[in-house]
């Protein structure tokens, strides 16, 4: 029995220049694609997203040769990430908020003086 490939690829992006943009292909940026080639060559696009999480649904799939049913495991964990996103939102501080005025601020400390210290321990 010949089985099917899944890849996960990303074509490189350029800058204005031709350069290649640095760190285009981290693996949290997006524009990752897992293909899945047939046994017969026909290629197809499955799914876009971050490198991590197409990893995590190629190994979902580690095991299953029969390209239906890994189309079928690849749609249903597309599905549990996307559920699974959630929304970070930048909240400015807020003095009369009682969880802004529990928490002390940051702030920088005095340098150790050396002459508290011999051989590196305190004296």
Known sequence: MRRRLLLITKDPEFD???EVVLG???PFTSGWSMLLI???GKKEVLVTGTYSDLRKIQEGCIGIDDPTAVCKRV???RMILIKSVTETV??????NHQA????EPTR???PLRTADYVDGEPS
Not at 90 to 95: K, T
Request: proline fraction near 4%; charge should be negative.
């Open 16 to 18: 204005n220049r031709g």
């Open 24 to 26: 285009q292909c981290e």
């Open 38 to 40: 047939y046994p017969d």
């Open 75 to 77: 749609m249903d964990m």
């Open 90 to 95: 930048a909240v400015g501080a807020n003095r």
């Open 100 to 103: 802004s005025t529990d928490r």
């Open 108 to 110: 920088e400390l005095e």
